[in-house]
């Protein structure tokens, strides 16, 4: 079985809790996810299986969506409530203010990683810092908002949910804690669902117990996704027996012996029959086409 599943994780576990289930129910050990959830986060989360593992790193689509729910009025030590109340405010909001708030954030903007992240500093994850109760400084990194919108607003509770679509990096706790200190009172990530990912939307999304239907009666092979279709950004080059034989080696190919012109890039390969054999990358200076990633190995 290789291929990816897009499943929608429930609340309570992580992403690698995921990742265990996932390898009970299929009873294989070759399994992996892209794109980590907090454990109270839910929704999209591609796992990938067998050697498909091995192109996690080529999945071309990093931007994420989501909803998220953005409590008003306290702050937390985990920037969600799952954490101690740091600071409390009386204060109260209005729309305008949240809007105004809300709309700095739009674009290319500067986040400093929580102290609860799987961020790596001196070769230890933040989160096992912060468990130990200790916190160090974290260089900002550049993220993008592409959009931004307010779906609700419950004045009297102060809590309002909100669209957004973000890159790669981006941090949804630390977005709500910045609009919080944007408007002076505080706020902290009360619920989070991601509805796109990895080039997946939640609608494509199988929850466990449909995964578990469909594998007690062996029709989960039906609902994975090939791994290259889920590369299909990548154009696909076929080569002949030979040369599916010398490339899944991990032999190189020169570019004059392949069909066609080729770019400077990455490209999807395979044999005469359609079997997708892995990643090629034209290296024109050089005139070959480099076995990038190989599905067999």
Known sequence: MTGIIPIDKPAGITSFGAV?????ILNMKKIGHAGTLDPMATGVL???????TRFLDFLPCKDKRYTAVIQL???????DTTGEIVSRSSQSVTRPELDEAVGCFLGKIAQV???YSAVQKGGVRLYELARKGQSIEREAREVEIYALHILSFDEAAQEFTLDVACSAGTYIRTLADDIGKKLGCGACLAGLRRTEGSGFKLAACYSFEEIEEYAAHNRLEKRIIPIEDALS???AVYVSQKQAVRFSNGGELALERLKGSYEPGLY???DPEDVFLGIGEADNAAGIMKAKKILSS
């Open 20 to 24: 265990a289930r996932m390898r009970k």
């Open 73 to 79: 009025g306290y702050t937390t030590d985990t920037l």
């Open 113 to 115: 990683p929580p102290m």
């Open 233 to 235: 950004y990548y154009p």
């Open 268 to 270: 999807r390969m395979f």
């Open 46 to 52: 591609p796992i990938l299986v067998g050697s498909a």
